[in-house]
């Protein structure tokens, strides 16, 4: 019998649908806020609408990955709400930039915010359900290098086209290529035959955790939370904290900031592998204790230099953490609740990111210190620590994978 191994060319082409969620997300982000500034005064509004994809996030991934586990289709588990989702995605992010007024624009935003976040757990479960479990920490290294891919070619690409045709040309390009992405997936990605009638497939999904099992989930999970918050503050508030404590411009603040995101995207690759090979568990928590000691001196020091620098260290170590995560989770999942596990995950990870920016800024609210920043930060790292030292289970075999191997993952 042949021995599992990672298949790079099948990985490459499923990591298309992140590839189309990190494009669409990252020009949402970057342009919605200056189109609702065309119909509304208030940023507390925007703001709250700008959130809407958190708050979708956390109430409706779980269900739908939950509801994908259940799913038997003849063309798969996760495919029809990948087939349904993007679609309808792209034509209302086609939509959003040629809306006349703001009731308009807030369907279409709302409609849009709605569906993504009822197609994510089911396209981020396909890694897992194509990947044999040793293999997952790399395979989530090559989806999230792809996401890191559409996030680039937003920023830059977008910038162009916006230049030549105003709002209209980027999200009328980024919905062409989602559409290509769905075009990769139904053509060339084919899930696992299911073997169970769906009668037999429930008795088997109803295999319960261990007690011990139960306990390492719930510390991954807090983890994901806190390391989450962590990284979300410095993601929200660098660019005020750099042009106010180092009279920094928005446009420098901005730039400095990518420093950390390109790192963690070249390094996102080997980070799967060292998890692969020591352990994820282990290779997290030296993940986490790097960024603890690259921001620990930024707490004290506003220096250009010094924060480029342990921004620079800060990319690889947040790779550490991020990309070995999402496999520790689905480890406990069995292979029956995969969608239903990584809604927990986006649960814990979204939350995160709806409660931090809050908390964070209520705290320099009132002290009225960006400095603090780091600290808030490093505390958050440090409690993800402590979840972390008391798990004892997600982990598979360790493996060791060749360039060779690599190639024939290629070629497969």
């Known amino acids: 019998m042949e021995a599992p191994k990672l298949n790079v060319k099948k990985t490459l082409l499923l990591s298309t649908g992140f590839f189309a969620s990190s494009l669409a997300w990252s020009l949402y982000n970057s342009y919605v806020p200056k189109i609702l500034e065309g119909f509304v005064a208030s940023t507390t509004l925007i703001g709250f609408v700008m959130t809407l994809d958190n708050i979708f996030g956390v109430i ?59 197609w994510r757990s089911p396209v981020v479960s396909l890694m897992p359900d194509i990947t044999p479990g040793p293999f997952r920490s790399q395979a989530n290294g090559i989806v999230n290098l792809m996401g890191g891919v559409g996030s680039l070619l937003a920023f830059a690409g977008g910038g162009l086209l916006f230049k030549f045709g105003g709002y209209p040309l980027p999200f009328l390009t980024a919905a062409i290529l989602m559409l290509a992405a769905l075009a990769v997936l139904v053509l060339f990605v084919r899930e696992p035959q299911q073997a169970f009638a769906p009668d037999e497939q429930a008795k088997k999904s109803d295999v319960k ?11 991954i999970l807090f983890g994901v939370f806190f390391w989450f918050a962590g990284y979300n503050a410095v993601e929200t508030f660098f660019t005020l904290y750099a042009t106010n404590t180092m009279a920094m411009d928005t446009g420098s603040a901005t730039m400095m900031l990518s420093i950390f995101s390109l790192t963690f995207m070249a390094f996102a690759v080997p980070a ?16 986490l204790a790097g ?44 292979e029956d609740k995969v969608g239903t596990f990584i809604g927990y995950y986006y649960f814990f990870s979204f939350a995160a990111q709806i409660a931090s920016p809050i908390l964070f800024g209520a705290l320099r609210d009132l002290t009225g210190n960006y400095q603090l920043l780091f600290l808030y930060s490093c505390v958050a790292f440090a409690c993800a620590v402590v979840c972390l030292l008391f798990v004892r289970h997600g982990e598979d075999e360790p493996v060791q994978t060749s360039t060779t191997d690599i190639l024939d993952g290629l070629g497969d």
């Not at 010094?306 to 995560?325: E, H, Y």
Request: net charge positive.
């Open 291 to 334: 960024i603890i000691v690259l921001f620990l001196p930024l707490i004290f020091v506003a220096h250009f230099w010094v924060t480029a620098a342990c921004l620079f260290g800060g990319g690889f170590f947040w790779a550490c953490v991020n990309i070995n995560s999402l496999p520790m989770v689905v480890r406990l999942s069995g």
């Open 272 to 287: 799967g592998f060292i998890g692969a090979k020591i352990g994820r568990r282990k290779t997290i928590l030296i993940g």
């Open 60 to 118: 409706f991934q779980p269900l739908f990955g939950r509801w994908s586990d259940k799913t038997h289709t003849r063309v798969g588990k996760r495919m029809p709400y990948i087939i349904v989702g993007i679609p309808i995605c792209a034509v209302t992010f086609a939509m959003i930039p040629r809306m006349p007024n703001l009731l308009s624009l807030m369907v279409i935003l709302i409609l849009f915010t709605f569906v993504m976040s009822a």
């Open 209 to 219: 955790l261990t007690s011990a099992e139960k306990k390492s989930l719930l510390l």
